[in-house]
């Protein structure tokens, strides 16, 4: 029995570290769609960076659950809390990408002059990125204490975890506050945020999850086998 709820835990875990490593690289996807391509193509950023948000949305719910797995034999409680916070966040920002990919497909049929104001309209899902960046902030702090106070991951990964959280918050209110994204201070931390630590956060996160999923598997293998005998 023992062996096969190890097996479970090691496939999940390993389709965690794998989701982590493919939202890594879409997030960077849609960093350059949203800054680099919506420049010279915004007909394409228009549909790519929905796209992006909307997957990244949907495998992030993976990957915090893989992370909650580990971090809950540290402090049950808290790392329930940041589960549910990071999931409500995720699932938002798949929704409001959801909601403007649909837009981008087949675009509403209003007057020029009103789809103007309402593309200035926050989202009513994830209004300034509430959801995507200040709540997914917070639950990334949690996170970052819970990975530093315990020994399941490296302590390099809480430190960047920890400056990832903040950052999050910090494009929050940059968003919410100073409204023009092409503020100095917001478009630097975006930048940061978007083409570097977010990254770099989702795939190592990634590769120590798919790796402790392999020493899972093999433990539960050999496991196994001195059952068997």
């Avoid at 929905?50 to 797995?69: D, E, I, W």
Wanted: aromatic content about 10%; charged content about 10%.
């Amino acid at each position: 029995m023992k062996g096969r709820r190890l097996m479970k835990t090691t496939a999940f875990e390993r389709f965690g570290g794998l989701c982590a490593i493919i939202a890594g690289v879409g997030g960077l996807g849609y960093s350059v769609s949203f800054v680099i391509i919506s420049k010279s193509a915004p007909d394409v950023s228009n549909i790519l960076s929905p796209l992006f948000l909307l997957l990244g949305g949907l495998l992030t719910s993976a990957v915090l659950l893989a992370l909650y797995n580990r971090l809950r034999e540290t402090e049950a409680t808290f790392a329930l809390w940041g589960l549910l916070l990071g999931s409500v966040a995720a699932l938002g920002s798949a929704m409001h990408g959801g909601y403007d990919l649909a837009n981008a497909i087949n675009p509403p049929a209003l007057s020029t002059a009103f789809q103007h104001d309402l593309s200035n309209l926050p989202s009513q899902v994830d209004p300034r990125g509430l959801l995507t960046f200040g709540v997914t902030g917070i639950a990334l702090l949690i996170f970052a204490w819970l990975i530093l106070r315990g020994g399941q991951f490296p302590k390099g990964l809480g430190y960047v975890t920890a400056l990832l959280s903040i950052l999050l918050i910090v494009v929050y209110l940059g968003r919410l506050i100073l409204l023009q994204p092409t503020n100095p201070f917001l478009l630097g931390s975006a930048a940061l945020t978007g083409f570097l630590i977010s990254p770099l956060w989702y795939i190592w996160l990634g590769v120590v999850l798919w790796r402790r999923g392999d020493a899972l598997k093999s433990a539960s293998t050999i496991r196994a086998a001195q059952e068997v005998q």
